[in-house]
């Protein structure tokens, strides 16, 4: 492998284990705000002043079940308590766009109880429903004569809550050096396959393993799914020997993400560390790695595995000591679930040869126990043998400690650590979770690659 090394700085600052706490929202960069689209509203006629006549409704919901199906409707919102200002407010959220109400609309109208009702952002104006404005690029609210600023409105709607469940903390805002490692070889095995066996272990409380292995499929594997049986002392025995047997007939040992035993006290991932320490069982671990070139990864749950058994960053099964990296509860205390953007900060790994250094994703992320912790030595040395593979970074594509975006409060920003020969990958956000029809409304490139280069790997 041959690669090139460019600017690494870790604070010290870094590494004090200050309390923050945040949430992700989906925060886009500007060349992804719409302007200027037309905003509707479908309304049902009112059987009593309050609710909608039944045969309205279905009209109405026929309605914008065709408009969303002609893609001539690009987002949609049907009114609550809050009336339609409160819908045009969380619409606006996501993707930070602002509203400019029609001349004519007023207070009233904006905070009337509106049930069965449909709010529509359409890609061009349409002869339908009443028009009650359009988006603006602005992030503010426009009507009746006055603007507000809609950053401010989300402060006092987000923070309502802080006193009792913190939202933010310490941390936020804080940003990290970035550094970049790029790799013009990567690793390589001696024998090749046109098709890749995969092995995907189900642990109890394993949730992602028909994502995981459509994924695989997808990308040329062939992927098999096998299920741990716990039932028993010997159905776990069985389980075991049965899976060094699967480990000798693959080329690649994915462990998916989940809730391994619900995330066990104290710690996510024990049941599977456990078995994975079962001495046959990590022989054939190492036998795929040292002697048969092959890989692993490990995602969510998985990673949380991998770095607990010492693969990553290690590439090995060992002992932690009280200078292994670990990962740990989220910042925020709580879990976390949303869309975060990811940079590739070293393409050292077989799995990332498709991408390069500086490149950035979206990724849906969905975890308790996400913080990468490690001490400055350790981070200095990981980040300059380019085993840290992914960061955390905010909307200009900066790697950060602002919860909004690193999630769980990782130092350094990390979201993926690699093995020292990069075969070993374990990443926190979920990159199996894509396919036709997902996250149409949240823009982004979700697509990393990461199982075609794993596959392509082998098929030299």
Request: glycine letters at 10%; aromatic letters at 8%.
């Amino acid at each position: 492998m041959s690669g090139s090394f460019e600017h690494i700085d870790v604070p010290p600052t870094l590494v004090s284990f200050a309390v923050a706490a945040g949430d992700t929202g989906n925060i886009l960069s500007p060349e992804f705000k719409r302007a200027g689209s037309p905003v509707v509203i479908l309304e049902p006629d009112e059987r009593d002043g309050l609710l909608p006549a039944s045969e309205s409704l279905l009209a109405v919901l026929r309605q914008a079940e065709q408009l969303i199906a002609e893609k001539k409707a690009l987002s949609a919102y049907t009114p609550g308590f809050g009336g339609v200002a409160e819908a045009l407010f969380k619409m606006g959220l996501g993707n930070r766009i602002g509203f400019r109400a029609e001349p004519e609309i007023s207070q009233n109208e904006l905070f009337r109880l509106r049930y069965g009702s449909f709010i529509l952002e359409l890609a061009e104006d349409q002869p339908v429903g009443r028009k009650l404005g359009v988006t603006t690029e602005a992030y503010a609210f426009s009507v009746c004569e006055e603007t507000v600023g809609q950053e401010e409105l989300r402060a006092l709607y987000e923070k309502k809550l802080s006193p009792v469940f913190p939202y933010y903390g310490p941390g936020e805002g804080e940003r990290v050096s970035p550094f970049t490692c790029e790799f013009s070889v990567h690793a390589a095995p001696k024998i090749g396959i046109a098709r890749p066996k995969i092995l995907i272990p189900v642990f109890p409380g394993t949730n992602c393993e028909y994502d995981s292995a459509r994924a695989l499929r997808r990308a040329g594997g062939d992927p098999s799914v096998f299920i741990i049986n716990n039932l028993s002392a010997q159905a776990v025995a069985e389980s075991a020997a049965e899976m060094v047997r699967l480990i000798d007939q693959s080329q690649i040992l994915f462990l998916p993400g989940g809730f391994s035993g619900g995330d066990e006290p104290e710690g996510s991932a024990k049941f599977i560390t456990a078995l994975l320490r079962n001495p046959a069982v990590t022989d054939a671990v190492h036998r795929l790695l040292r002697q048969r070139d092959g890989l692993m990864l490990g995602i969510c749950n998985g990673f949380q595995a991998l770095i607990k058994m010492g693969l990553v960053p290690f590439g090995e099964v060992r002992d932690a000591d009280a200078a292994s990296p670990t990962l740990t509860f989220n910042t925020i205390g709580r879990h976390q679930s949303g869309i975060v953007r990811v940079r590739v900060a070293s393409n050292k790994s077989p799995w990332l040869s498709a991408v390069h250094g500086g490149d950035v994703f979206s990724v849906p992320i969905s975890h308790s126990e996400g913080r990468f912790v490690a001490d400055n030595e350790t981070l200095l040395q990981l980040a300059r043998s380019g085993q840290i593979a992914t960061q955390y970074v905010d909307e200009a594509g900066q790697p950060t400690m602002d919860t909004r975006y690193n999630p769980n409060g990782s130092f350094l920003g990390v979201e993926g650590i690699t093995s020292p020969d990069g075969r070993v990958f374990g990443k926190m956000g979920h990159a199996e979770r894509t396919g036709r029809g997902l996250y149409q409304n949240v823009p982004g490139n979700y697509d990393m690659h990461l199982f075609e280069s794993g596959v392509s790997y082998f098929q030299i």
